[in-house]
């Protein structure tokens, strides 16, 4: 049940993103909640930088650094251009973007691309592309069609990002070992055996310690490991390794920043329209992509932090898509590399605790005032050093939790088609095969439905595995209208979709089966029923629909109708309608027994239908009814007692946890105290009588009525007995009464020793209510402290919506 019980809100936290590479692969979904937005704050305020925001940006710049100069080595590039992209991409995509705890800049992602670019083009055109793709984001970010790159298959993407780390680490090892890269992966691979037979010593030792520091530095155990992982791993391996360089005295390429003033700018795009079409398609497919997947991730992260100081808005995907096309705009106009979202660095901007946007413009910042005064520093790096952190990035953007989860999907053959055509063919070339592969798949998937049956004992069974659609229906029509006629027949459909033919060749046969004495039974893969939809003859018959002005198939609305038939009636619509959906239940109590967690003491009335205005179902609640929703105090003269057995059995055999009564409006109970009291000694005469009912009570009624006088009495003693509904007092008289008589009947309850007793212990609650029939409104008492009683009304948005079972 739910109405009658405090709210509980069940909240299980979302698992925080897998990520290993720079590109996140995974979709998540969104925070549940709509908080406000952290922009910076309007002019004429005085502007404020939370102390989180500015440790998490230096974390972020840390692991920024030495991963822009990489990529940019990786791709060709000048170096300054990965400290341009990393600046640009932190300032202008966290002022203006839609993930507040977003980091962007140069990507491993875009490495194979953009090299490809600068092969071909050059690198002043290569710029020039970059600021056409920003242009083009920007046009379909005001388009709103963000969402739309979310309906890429993630096998597809996940096999993207593995081919481009394929590519990103065969490329890297030669340089790795001392020699040049070539430019493709065949190339790469061909050459591969006369490189190991050339090692550089120097260049290995260097890269080696690179990659020990970079594998081993979060693994440190200890205290003090703890304090030192709190240095990035990235930042930790090149320094060690460019100390352990310069102490050795090797000779190893080492960065080389040139002077500013001759930073290579765009120029005008030259080569063929077509050519540098599919760059600008490039940059923008994989940027945008690779960005708006990872904005998604960072708020599953963000949305799994414990007890967060500041609730972080989710991702505007749109908003972030514009910031995006602004960023590659600037980066590609100030000479830099195409700018994404980076999941590493944003899986650290949030798991540094950051709160705002300021953090990851900050770390922009941070990069801007490195390359303009560490250029000294920067130029001690060593190449391989460098080039050894980027490949184990790329080895990483193979993920192996990724080929678990295309694997378990059954999209493994997509994975490995977007892989193989990415690292030989292209990236747009890959990804166009993949979509193919995918496409074709699912029209397989959707197309192959196999259908057998079998027979075991006296009963047929039919299974059906896969998707039910119109191109199965004569191959199911068939192993169908082969089932004798009389025959018990279970159908077992193990698939997620039913097309309409499928389902009017279903239901048609079913019908049929059924008619002529037959029995059907549909259930899913676990064997648990499904109930059939509705039709539209009795589709208005819910378990609550009463008998009085019913008029449809089942119910027609006839004077002559006795209540005998419509008891019958009722009984055979629950055969059909509700028992299938029940039985199950209904078996496991009657196997398990009841254990329900309240007692629920109501009216006889019979408008008050309590499973329907408490939402609860089979073994839910032990109910007891009477005129009045009466307790009589125990061990009284004269007393009754089967109230009394109820209260303890539910009490001391059940176990409830909680004690409800339940009071209504134009109770006529109420209203024949107040009309006509019972005598306070035996009353032998005729009673009051009630507006619905006979206009003189029975003598067995005015006996019974008389444990309702302490609630009369409490009406009429003032202040300190006196209740009322939230929001305003008692309609009337008579309401004013049903009030007071919940109360006084919790009172009354307090009197029984077992229940006193609980409640003193802590195990048990009591709980007053009252139902507004006119209104169908349910309040809930609240007890105050200056000795008055207020009924709270209940507002659907204060309780968790109960699950519906299937119809």
Known sequence: MTSCMPPHANAADPPAPSSSSEAAGSRAPDASHRP???????????FRIAGADVSASIAVFLIALPLSLGIALATGAPLQAGLVAAAVGGIVVGRLGGAPLQVSGPAA??????????????????????VLAGLAQLGLASLRVARSALAVSPAIVHGMLAGIGVTIALAQLHIVLGGTPQSSVVDNLI?????????????????????????????LPGRGGRMARKVPAALTAVAVASVFALAAGLDVPRVDLPSWSSHALPGLPEGPVLGLAAGVLTIMLVTSVQSLLSALAIDKLIAARKDPTTRVPRANLDRELAGLGAAN??????????????????????????????????????????ALVLVPVIDLIPLPALAALVMVIGVQMVSITHIRSVTRHREALVYATTVLGVVLIGILQGVALGIVVATA?????????????????????????????????????????QIPGDADVVIELDGSFMDHAAYDTLQDWQMSHVAHGGRVRLTGRSGSRIAEPSTGRNSCCRPWTAWRNHHCGDHPAEPSRTTGHQLASGLSSFQRNTAPLVRDELARLARDGQRPSQLFLTCADSRLVTSMITSSGPGDLFTVRNVGNLVPPPDEEGGDDSVAAAIEYAVEVLGVRSITVCGHSGCGAMQAL??????????????????????????SLVRWLKYGLPSLERMDSGTPGRVRLSGRGPADAVEQLCLNNVVQQLDHLMAHECVARRVAAGSLELQGMYFHVGEAQAYLLTRTGDGHDVFEHVPAADLPRREEAPA
Do not use: M
């Open 441 to 481: 798949v699912s029209l397989h998937r959707l197309a192959r439905t196999r259908i057998t049956r079998e027979r075991h004992g006296d009963t047929e069974h039919v299974r059906v595995r896969g998707q039910l659609t119109f191109l199965a229906v004569p191959r199911l029509s068939r192993a169908l209208h």
């Open 109 to 130: 992602g875009l490495t194979v691309v953009t090299a490809e670019l600068i092969q071909r083009y050059g690198w002043r055109t290569t710029c020039a592309i970059t």
């Open 674 to 699: 107040l009309k006509n009291p019972p005598p306070t000694g035996p009353a032998t005469g005729p009673g009051p009588g009630t507006p619905a009912g006979p206009p003189r009570a029975s003598t």
């Open 36 to 46: 406000r937005e952290h922009s910076p704050p309007p002019s004429g305020r005085r």
């Open 191 to 219: 050459e591969l055996p006369q490189q190991l037979a050339a090692v550089h010593p120097a260049a290995l030792s260097v890269s080696a310690l690179t990659i020990i520091v970079l594998l081993l530095w979060p693994r």
């Open 329 to 370: 705009i600037a980066s590609g106009a100030l000479g830099g590399l195409p700018v994404a979202g980076v999941a590493v660095r944003s899986v650290a901007n949030v798991t540094a605790g950051a709160v705002s946007r300021n953090s990851t413009i900050l770390h922009g910042v941070w990069v801007v005032l490195a």
